[in-house]
C-alpha cells in the first residue's frame, strides 16, 4: 500500500531555531506539492516541483523557507529562524501528473509548534 | 484571490443530496476538489480544467462553468462517510497560476 510518508509527525521547537520537515512522495510520482494549515489562514500552497524542480513556489514566505527535492524520493521544507506564526500543520502531497492524471496523494502532515 | 464557498455549512440526512459551489472573481484555468475529515489530511476528489468538463466520482461529481468563473460539487444520496470539509481550489490565468483555496464548507450527513 503506496502512501506518502512525512516526518517528523510532531515537533515543537522555539522561535529562531531551524526547522527541517521530510516528505518521501509514492515511487514513481514526477510531483510533489507542500501545503500549510491554520486555522486563521486555512489551506495554502506553498510550493511545487515536478521531475525535481521547482515549478511554483509563490506561496512560500522567501526570506525564511525553503523547498528542495535533494532526489527523486525526498523533499524538504525548511524554515530558518522559525517564527510563532510558522505555527501550523504542513501537508506534503504527491502525484504521477502524467497522462492527464492529476490525482494527489496526501501524507499525514507535521505538526509545527514553534514557542 | 480567495474563492467564494458555499454554503458555509450543511446538514443532511443520510441519502440526500447536496450542492457546494465555488465561485471567483477572476477567471479560472482550473478548480480542485478536496475533502477533509477531522484530524486528517486532505484527500483529493477530482480536478476540472478549463473547457467546462463534468467530472465524476463514485456518487460524487462536479461542474466547470468558465464563463461564470465557478465549479459546484454535486453530492448524491449522502453516504455517512461524506461528513467532513470540502475545499475548492482556483488556479487563474492561462496555464494554471495563483492556485488558492477556498474557505471550505462543512458538510454534516446524519443517519
Known amino acids: 500500500d503506496a502512501r506518502v510518508t512525512q516526518t517528523p509527525r510532531h515537533k515543537v521547537t522555539e522561535m529562531g531555531q531551524e526547522v527541517t520537515m521530510r516528505c518521501q512522495p509514492i515511487?514513481?510520482?514526477?510531483?510533489v506539492f507542500w501545503y500549510r494549515q491554520t486555522m486563521m489562514q486555512g489551506l495554502e500552497l506553498l510550493a511545487y516541483?515536478?521531475?525535481?524542480?521547482?515549478?511554483?513556489d509563490s506561496g512560500m514566505p522567501k526570506d525564511r523557507f525553503s523547498a528542495e527535492m535533494p532526489d527523486a524520493t525526498l523533499a524538504t521544507l525548511k524554515i530558518q529562524p522559525s517564527e510563532p506564526r510558522d505555527s501550523a500543520v504542513y501537508f506534503c502531497?504527491?502525484?504521477?501528473f502524467g497522462s492527464g492524471d492529476y490525482e494527489q496523494y496526501f501524507g499525514p502532515g507535521t505538526r509545527l509548534t514553534v514557542t | 484571490q480567495q474563492p467564494v464557498q458555499s454554503p458555509q455549512a450543511v446538514i443532511l440526512r443520510e441519502g440526500e443530496d447536496a450542492v457546494i459551489n465555488c465561485s471567483s472573481s477572476?477567471?479560472?484555468?482550473?478548480v480542485h476538489w478536496y475533502r477533509q475529515k477531522h484530524g486528517e489530511a486532505p484527500v483529493f476528489l477530482m480536478i476540472?480544467?478549463?473547457?467546462?468538463e463534468q467530472k465524476g466520482h463514485e456518487k460524487i461529481s462536479a461542474s466547470f462553468n468558465e464563463k461564470k468563473q465557478q465549479s459546484s460539487l454535486y453530492l448524491t444520496a449522502s453516504q455517512l462517510s461524506y461528513s467532513g470539509t470540502y475545499f475548492c481550489?482556483?488556479?487563474?490565468?492561462?496555464?494554471?497560476?495563483?492556485?488558492?483555496f477556498g474557505p471550505g464548507t462543512r458538510l454534516s450527513v446524519l443517519p
Open positions: 502531497a504527491s502525484g504521477p
Open positions: 515511487l514513481g510520482h514526477n510531483t
Open positions: 516541483f515536478r521531475n525535481r524542480a521547482p515549478l511554483d
Open positions: 477572476k477567471a479560472l484555468y482550473s
Open positions: 476540472l480544467l478549463k473547457g467546462g
Open positions: 481550489g482556483t488556479e487563474g490565468g492561462n496555464y494554471g497560476q495563483n492556485f488558492v
